[in-house]
């Protein structure tokens, strides 16, 4: 009989709480539906926040969920929705469509590499062009660095780049790039003259050349990590010829609004061993602004030394960014940007400071122009002095 009565006195508090939740379930369906015709984005996320937080989930509220944050331009929230939505339907082709389109525009392309392979039919039926390519886009680049003040023993530095991009299916992206590097370096010699007459100055000029050679592999581990390494060669042609060589090696893990990265160095830069450490940060506060931090601790032998880089890149309009950065510290002899730069100077290199604005001129094509202050203290005087550097650079892509 007691056993009677509690399954009675159970079931009158289970049903109702049942009734509850289903009635809550109708309510939050309609109100995110409606929210969804009207396109009231910011109201649908307030109102599919709320029956989250009253434990009320299925896949039309994830997906209305993520494509509010989607239309908002929040790519990396709209990210975590479309990833549930799939998870309630996985054969759901506009759930992956949304979810590659995501990740795409939040930068994490790793990762819309990986999403790609897992959903392939699927995006297939969306007519989503495939990623993958043996050569899937080209970059080039190119600058002038002037010294001031001005000096007649060095002429403007030119510098080149071009490079080729590799997407060799979801789990391996590589990037090879080819530099070149020249200077003309002049000597004067003043010789007196025997008898009347001013001495006389003859000219003479060599070239500083640089080859290089450069290596870049990442590959995703899962969803939001991702390994990195590179390769940096450098044949230099001056009073004498000598080689460099520089590895890297980092992880990189993107957890919401935040990307960190772990990476460490090591370079042979005129026989002498060079080694570094670096921990990263970016920040996505809002849509169209990010903010990285990157400390590295640099060894040259026994000489220790530690560099802040800050970062800020803006959006300024609908096909427009702005960055600005800076690096704090002397960067002799350090690799920066996945090893892209290998900061090979004799010379201290204490500050550097830029701008860069990139346009996109369609959804293949993105033209970079910018400029970098670098100050620098001669080793051998202790005087500062300064390089002022242009560049342009292009990138076209074969793969959208």
């Given amino acids: 009989m007691r056993r009677i009565v509690l399954l009675f006195f159970l079931a009158g508090s289970f049903f109702p709480a049942l009734a509850q939740q289903a009635g809550s379930f109708s309510r939050y369906d309609k109100q995110t539906y409606a929210h969804y015709l009207q396109q009231d984005w910011q109201a649908l996320i307030n109102t599919g926040k709320a029956a989250l937080k009253e ?37 759901n082709p506009l759930a992956a469509e949304y979810l590659y389109y995501a990740y795409k525009l939040a930068g994490r392309l790793a990762d819309a590499n990986l999403v790609y392979g897992q959903y392939k039919p699927q995006l297939g039926q969306r007519q989503v062009a495939s990623p993958y390519g043996v050569i899937s886009g080209f970059y080039s680049e190119g600058g002038l660095k002037f010294l001031s003040p001005a000096n007649d023993e060095a002429g403007p530095l030119k510098y080149m780049h071009a490079g080729a991009q590799q997407q060799l299916g979801g789990r391996l992206s590589l990037y090879h790039g080819y530099m070149r590097i020249s200077q003309n370096i002049n ?104 903010l990285q931090s990157v400390f590295t601790h640099h060894r040259d032998g026994d000489r220790g030394n530690t560099i802040f880089l800050q970062k800020t890149g803006v959006r300024t309009g609908a096909n427009t960014w702005l960055e600005a950065y800076g690096s704090f510290g002397d ?33 293949r094509t993105k033209l970079l122009v910018g400029y970098t202050y670098e100050n620098y203290e001669a080793l051998a005087t202790n005087l500062p002095y300064q390089q002022h550097y242009t560049f342009t650079g292009l990138q076209f892509l074969l793969k959208k």
């Fill in 55 to 91: 434990g009320i989930d299925f896949y039309y509220l994830r997906m209305r969920l993520g494509i509010a944050y989607y239309e908002k331009g929040q790519y990396r929230q709209a990210i975590a929705h479309f990833n549930k939505a799939l998870a309630y339907n996985s054969y």
């Fill in 187 to 290: 000597r004067y010699e003043t010789v007196n003259n025997p008898g009347p007459g001013p001495p006389t100055t003859s000219k003479t000029t060599r070239k500083y050349v640089q080859n290089e050679y450069y290596l870049r592999a990442a590959v995703p581990l899962v969803a939001g990590l991702q390994l990195t390494g590179s390769l940096h060669t450098q044949a230099i042609t001056d009073s004498v010829r000598y080689n460099n060589l520089a590895f890297m090696a980092g992880l990189t893990a993107s957890i919401k609004l935040f990307d960190f990265s772990a990476t460490y160095g090591l370079a042979r830069i005129k026989a002498t061993r060079q080694q570094q450490v670096a921990l990263g940060i970016t920040v996505y506060p809002a849509p169209g602004l990010y």
């Fill in 331 to 363: 960067m002799r002899n350090v690799q920066d940007m996945d090893g892209f730069y290998q900061y090979n100077t004799p010379d201290p290199l204490t500050l550097r400071l830029g701008l860069t604005g990139i346009f996109y001129l369609g959804v």
